[in-house]
């Protein structure tokens, strides 16, 4: 109580010192509601319910402070089937349904009848959000905390905070009918005893029994974000995580507690401070923009802000980086009549057609200069010069071949041989390469080079690389090569693109003739069997074991996007419970190996099945051999999938 005061006198003193501030809301309260979980390294407690409420007071414009209580609750999770403290009736005495003292680290246990639970704690004790139907008690949380937020009220539409802050928390677990205090057995001063694999019951006078209630400080920190619907009133939607400073007693009966996360919405009612009339931010008095409409992103002195001058202000501009002279709509966006890409007002060319290809202006392009644009053009390559009709296709009126407007020889007779400038000339060849000109379709080949009969460069391996300038004349058929006449291979592994019918295929992966993995992939749920050599009761990889491993290493390369299980199996030599492990410390120590050899971690999964699914009898050695083994099983990325894709 006495600190409670002390918190409470701050409070007060901070409260006057805000009334010298300009402080938009001095007050407010508010009411909320929402869910916690609790956070462990086993998770016990399922997702929970909290309700409660808050006061704040202005100190600055963008500072708070404030007191929040409440009261939450949470009931054991539905992923465990005991529950890791013994607790009792304190008026009964009676011991409450599966409750018992966990086995790890404890180093015993203490199980009434009915007899113990076969199934392992620390298996069951994962992350759960419902609550277990049979277990019927609850942990009761009462926080009060003081606490600082930081905020700024530029933005009237989406306001974020942060908070920090701390303060007491009393805690309880009750009766979930009765509403009573449990007591729970209070039994650190026993952790000598030593853990076997037999079940040790404590003598009752060792059992002391407590009131399963508390309290202790934690510190909290929060974000979230206010809307305001209406002037003074706030919907509040946040996030805080709180962190215990436990005693002794907190820390043993609360295990593995380390934090609570807690997801709310509050509902905020403000009082007093200056106004801000059309609530961008800036108070009245110093707003040079009284008028500023609702949600506009304003500068210091509270007039709107329009960065790309397109007369729609920011925060009510959905296109806020519209183009300089660009005509926009009512929320700011560009409009585009003729959809050529070109926004309306910067669009020299409003009218062009769709489909037509514009230049930056929106006009449409004419690649060849022909005065006809490359949308109706049927020839978009004509010479410079050339005269053509209105589909954009040039004249040759003597059919020679050199285009009207071009050709110095416009009526040459039908037939004759002409020169470049559309004119008669002698048959000469011009490259020497002992094809005339006439019948030359390359006149300009170099010197020397041989040709085939129409005067082109001879290509022997047809990669369109003409020998003399192919530094790779034997290229197989239908391979990619480049400027040089040389197969590409882009995956280097020796059979070039245009044959490989796997062009992506990973490093080191052996291929087949049409460059696909020789490694089989694996269908969806199919399984390779490996019997991987260890030395007996051991799960080390050793050099045997590693060759057993060269197949799967082999499909795991070639296939980089398949993740598998790794499944380890025994036989049936031993207790079911060693082989379980075993088989899990022999799947682990594969995937160890795995990654060694540069398998990504996150492809791999484990599990062990000790001896519950076997290939053979167990009644034979040869038998059990085969059933001591490593199963990789296809669980994503598999054959069906890919080729789907």
């Known amino acids: 109580m006495r600190k409670l005061f002390v918190i409470a006198s701050l409070l007060i003193i901070l409260s006057f010192s805000a009334l010298t501030e300009e402080v938009q809301y001095k007050v407010s309260v508010g009411p909320g509601g929402g869910v916690i979980k609790t956070g462990g390294v086993y998770d016990y407690w399922a997702l929970g319910t909290t309700y409660g409420g808050l006061a704040k007071f202005g100190i600055t414009k963008d500072l708070e402070i404030g007191i929040q209580g409440g009261y939450g609750y949470v009931y054991p999770g539905g992923n465990i089937e005991i529950f890791p403290f013994l607790l009792r ?49 609850r942990l009761n949380f009462i926080p009060i905390e003081l606490f600082f937020q930081w905020r700024s009220f530029t933005h009237t539409i989406f306001n974020p905070y942060i908070q920090f802050g701390g303060g007491l928390l009393i805690w309880n677990v009750t009766d979930e009918n009765s509403g009573e205090v449990l007591q729970v057995a209070d039994i650190r001063d026993e952790y000598s005893f030593e853990y076997t694999d037999s079940v040790d019951h404590l003598p ?14 934690q510190a909290m920190l929060g974000f979230g ?59 009245n008095k110093d707003d040079q923009c009284p008028d500023t409409p609702f949600g506009a992103i304003v500068d210091e002195f509270g007039c709107p802000v329009d960065s790309d001058g397109d007369g729609v202000y920011d925060g009510l501009d959905q296109c806020p980086n519209t183009p300089i002279g660009a005509v926009v709509d009512a929320v700011g966006c560009p409009s585009d009549g003729d959809g050529d890409g070109v926004y309306d007002g910067i669009d020299k060319c409003p009218d062009t057609p769709p489909g037509a290809k514009v230049d930056e202006t929106g006009c449409p392009v004419d690649s060849d200069g022909d005065g006809v644009p490359d949308h109706t053009d049927n020839c978009p390559n004509t010479p410079k010069g050339a005269l053509v009709d209105a589909k954009g296709c040039p004249f ?12 110095k020889c416009p009526n040459t007779p039908l037939g004759t041989q002409v020169n470049e400038y559309g004119c008669p000339q002698v048959k000469a060849d011009t490259d020497g390469d002992g094809v005339t000109d006439d019948i030359d379709r390359c006149p300009a080949t170099p010197r020397g080079v041989k040709v085939d009969e129409v005067g082109c460069p001879v290509d022997s391996d047809k990669d369109q690389v003409p020998d003399h300038k192919d530094k790779c004349p034997k290229t197989p058929a239908g391979c990619i090569v480049d400027e040089e006449g040389c197969p590409v291979d882009g995956d280097n592994d020796g059979v070039c693109d245009g044959v490989d019918k796997c062009p992506n295929t990973p490093p080191d992966v052996e291929v087949k003739e049409d460059g696909c993995p020789k490694a089989k992939m694996l269908k969806k749920g199919e399984s390779i069997r490996v019997k991987v050599y260890f030395d007996t009761a051991k799960w080390d990889i050793t050099p045997q074991g590693a060759m057993d491993l060269q197949e799967a290493l082999r499909i795991l390369k070639a296939y980089p996007q398949m993740r598998v299980l790794i499944e380890g199996h025994t036989d049936s030599q031993g207790s079911d419970e060693y082989n379980r492990e075993l088989s899990i410390k022999r799947a682990m120590s594969v995937k160890s190996w795995l990654v060694t050899q540069g398998i990504a971690s996150d492809r791999l999964e484990t599990i062990g099945y000790g001896e519950t699914r076997p290939v053979d009898t167990n009644d034979t050695s040869a038998g059990r051999a085969n059933n001591r083994r490593i199963e990789f099983r296809c669980i994503e990325g598999c054959a069906e999938e890919v080729e789907e894709q």
């Open 204 to 217: 009752e006078s060792s059992l002391h029994w407590t009131d399963y209630k508390g309290r202790y400080f």
């Open 396 to 407: 040759d009126g003597d059919g020679d071949g050199v285009y009207d407007g071009i050709d």
């Open 225 to 283: 974000f206010e809307v305001f619907p209406v002037e003074q009133v706030g919907i509040d939607l946040g996030f805080r995580g709180y962190y215990p400073f436990k005693d002794d007693f907190g820390t043993y009966v609360l295990d593995t507690l380390s934090g609570v996360a807690e997801i709310s919405a509050r509902l905020n009612f403000y009082y007093g401070g200056v106004r801000d009339t059309d609530k961008d931010g800036v108070i």
């Open 89 to 137: 009736d304190a008026e009964t005495k009676a011991i409450i349904d599966h409750t018992y003292f966990h086995p790890k680290g404890n180093g015993f246990r203490f199980n009434p009848d009915p007899p113990p639970i076969t199934t392992s704690y620390t298996e069951k004790a994962r992350f759960s959000m419902e609550r277990n139907e049979d277990m019927h008690f």
